[in-house]
């Protein structure tokens, strides 16, 4: 054996490089503020894998007022405005007319490829393909992670503060003991058949579209890459399933009244559970729960890597009050401040799943009381306004006006007519 032990150090120690994990270690470093992060996927991995597609304005902002915006505002595509299909009809839900804001129609891991560029480029310590990591002494104050680097040297991590943010099936969830919080959980009996296809775009806007044969999602990528999704059971096997019989699925839940989709080839093809998870507290010691270690929210309204934007802008705030004014004054209170946003995320996630899925019982009452909520949405600008101020995200919360965070927003706020 020639493995080997080794102690570092620094100020906060961040478990997973993920949305939350890397947007937090790059704002920290604009703060001056040191952080390690460490995830067990390889760097490939995480650059590859497709998750979903849509910023809320305020993520937007805060990467392109934080420098990591460049390609987004060139490649990514600003949506004023959505569509919710019913009775083969689109009806548009316009977000600038309602609220001002827009959405942005950029992948999740081309937002990493973003922050993991700018950190490396910042001289940032990345360490990816980490394993056996564990978390100690979260309620002393000298927490440790300890991990395994590829060439199996043992890393022992000390910090002030430990972030956790290694999604749902990370470490750090589970290191705040069962007797001190409250697991709220929700499972939705339903699943996402979510594909890539080599295709044109099928419409301008996305298409939320509710039928009787179940929900259908039509999002884009490129203007020669489509992703589309569509209501299946949570237990379905994707790989059993032939291209055609997915065009069939899809053409009978969208077509109809002129409208058709363009098809292509399909390159990629999974099924996505539907879930609702929130933990409380969301911090235990010196360990910040933040992201998806935090909390589930299942796909309908895009919520997921927003939320951990919002997250972590709040944290970096408390972070920026503790390191550079010594106060633990919004630590303190980090949890409760993000629990705000992230249940009203709940419930428009819930929402969104309750107005569009099919009700896998089959219930003749609900089918119409779902198409009466639609005509309520899409009748008036009253009935859109909640589903558009939600879908284009609230403004994220300041609470340190010294803060980089608040600096940054505070200036694309002035740009913005
Ligand atoms: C996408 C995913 C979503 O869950 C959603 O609500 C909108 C778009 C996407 O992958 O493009």
């Known amino acids: 054996m020639n493995a080997t032990n080794q102690s570092q150090r620094t100020q906060v120690a961040i478990i997973g490089a993920g949305p939350a994990g890397l947007m937090l270690s790059h704002l920290l470093s604009l703060s001056g503020i040191d952080s390690v992060v460490i995830d067990v996927r390889d760097r490939e991995t995480i650059e590859a894998t497709i998750r979903a597609g849509i910023l809320e304005q305020g993520t937007a902002d805060l990467m392109t007022s934080t420098g990591v915006g460049d390609r987004l505002l060139d490649e990514g595509q600003r949506h004023e405005g959505t569509y919710l299909r019913s009775r ?15 959405v942005y129609l950029y992948p999740q891991h081309e937002v990493l490829k973003d922050l993991i560029g700018a950190r490396i480029a910042a001289g940032g310590d990345l360490r990816f393909g980490v394993h056996d990591v564990e978390v100690q002494g979260i309620t002393t104050d ?63 806007e996305l298409i939320y579209s509710h039928s009787e044969h179940g929900f259908a999602l039509i999002s884009s990528r490129t203007p020669t890459l489509q992703r589309m999704y569509f209501q299946c059971d949570p237990g379905e096997d994707a790989s059993t399933w032939s291209d055609e019989r997915i065009w069939d699925e899809l053409r009978t839940r969208v077509n109809g009244n002129g409208f058709e989709l363009k098809e292509g080839p399909i390159t990629q093809r999974g099924v996505i559970p539907m879930r609702s998870y929130v933990i409380d507290p ?26 951990a934007v919002a997250d972590v802008a709040v944290l970096c705030q408390a972070l920026e009050r503790y390191f550079h004014q010594g106060s633990t004054e919004l630590l303190d209170v980090y949890g409760r401040t993000v629990a705000d946003r992230v249940w009203q995320a709940q419930h428009f996630s819930w929402w969104m799943t309750s107005m ?31 589903l558009a101020d939600t879908y284009t995200g609230r403004p994220i919360a300041l609470t340190n006006p010294d803060s980089v965070v608040a600096e940054a927003l505070t200036r694309t706020a002035q740009r913005t007519p």
């Open 88 to 102: 083969k009809e689109s009806r548009r839900i316009d977000f600038a007319a309602l609220t001002g804001r827009s």
């Open 356 to 386: 569009l899925h099919l009700d896998h019982k089959g219930d003749a009452f609900d089918h119409r009381r779902q198409l009466g909520e639609i005509d309520q949405i899409t009748g008036s600008p009253i009935g859109g306004a909640y």
């Open 282 to 307: 969301m911090s235990h010691g010196r360990l910040f729960l933040a992201g998806d270690a935090a909390h589930t929210v299942p796909p309908t309204g895009a919520k997921g890597m927003n939320l």
């Open 142 to 204: 000298d927490p440790k992670v300890r991990f395994t680097e590829p060439d199996g040297t043992r890393v022992e991590l000390s910090s002030a503060v430990i972030a956790g943010c290694d999604g749902s099936q990370g470490v750090c969830r589970r290191a705040i003991p069962k007797d001190v919080r409250t697991d709220y959980f929700h499972a939705y009996p339903h699943g996402w058949f979510g594909i890539l296809t080599e295709a044109p775009p099928s419409s301008d």
